[in-house]
């Protein structure tokens, strides 16, 4: 298995409901990153680990929460989430933080619906 | 502050040519180009730097025009598996994070 994978692909929660995303690089890449993208915006950077080490919160929400226990795994855990959370959430990683001059690999995205 | 991409939307014939613009109001250091089609993960396509050279993806190339604060893509000779939407990335500086563009959605029809 290679890449970027996420799970689940689609998730459907209501707004008292806690669940997580998952993602998993098998890549060998030490920066994993959490995007956000809705409809008619551009990309929104969410949250950057770099060797497991948060080094960018994006002013997001206590209602959306990272975890990394290592450099191959990202969680995102989400409670009490609003119906404007709605999005597709991408999971990318990189061999460095950045990055400037190495691409970006996502994966397929987990479609989020609140209700 | 996020790049502006033009046009947001292009129809072309199998066959044809079509240049998608990214502009920033700030000096960049690097440029990325992704392609996302319908219910899957961006694709990376290129990476531009200062003083680089201009990029080649198969028959898709692109330039950095580092005074314009301004990347242009180049669809040459359009393929039916060209559709989708084309993002660019900017960084200002080595250690910053990618900014993304609003995109622009290309069809490309037989």
């Known amino acids: 298995e290679t890449g970027v994978t996420q799970t689940p692909r689609h998730l459907v929660m209501g707004m008292t409901n806690k669940k997580s995303l998952k993602c998993e690089q098998h890549?060998?890449?030490?920066?994993m990153y959490w995007y956000k993208q809705s409809a008619k915006k551009p990309l929104e950077l969410m949250f950057v680990?770099?060797?497991?080490?948060?080094?960018e919160n994006n002013s997001v929400p206590s209602r959306f929460s990272p975890e990394c226990p290592n450099s191959s795994h990202l969680f995102l855990h989400l409670h009490t989430l609003q119906p404007e959370d709605s999005a597709l959430y991408l999971c990318?990683?990189?061999?460095?933080?950045?990055?400037?001059?190495?691409?970006?690999?996502f994966g397929n995205g987990t479609r989020l619906t609140v209700t | 502050q996020q790049p502006v991409q033009s046009p947001q939307a292009v129809i072309l014939r199998e066959g044809e040519d079509a240049v998608i613009n990214c502009s920033s109001s700030k000096a960049l250091y690097s440029v990325h180009w992704y392609r996302q089609k319908h219910g899957e993960a961006p694709v990376f396509l290129m990476i531009?730097?200062?003083?680089?050279e201009q990029m080649r993806h198969e028959k898709i190339s692109a330039s950095f025009n580092e005074k314009k604060q301004q990347s242009s893509l180049y669809l040459t000779a359009s393929q039916l598996s060209y559709s989708g939407t084309y993002f660019c990335?900017?960084?200002?500086?080595?250690?910053?994070?990618?900014?993304f563009g609003g995109g622009t959605r290309l069809m490309v029809k037989p």
């Open positions: 990335g900017t960084g200002i500086g080595a250690g910053n994070m990618l900014t």
């Open positions: 990318a990683s990189s061999p460095h933080r950045g990055p400037y001059n190495s691409p970006l690999h």
């Open positions: 531009l730097l200062k003083g680089g």
């Open positions: 680990y770099n060797f497991k080490e948060q080094t």
């Open positions: 890549l060998g890449h030490n920066a």
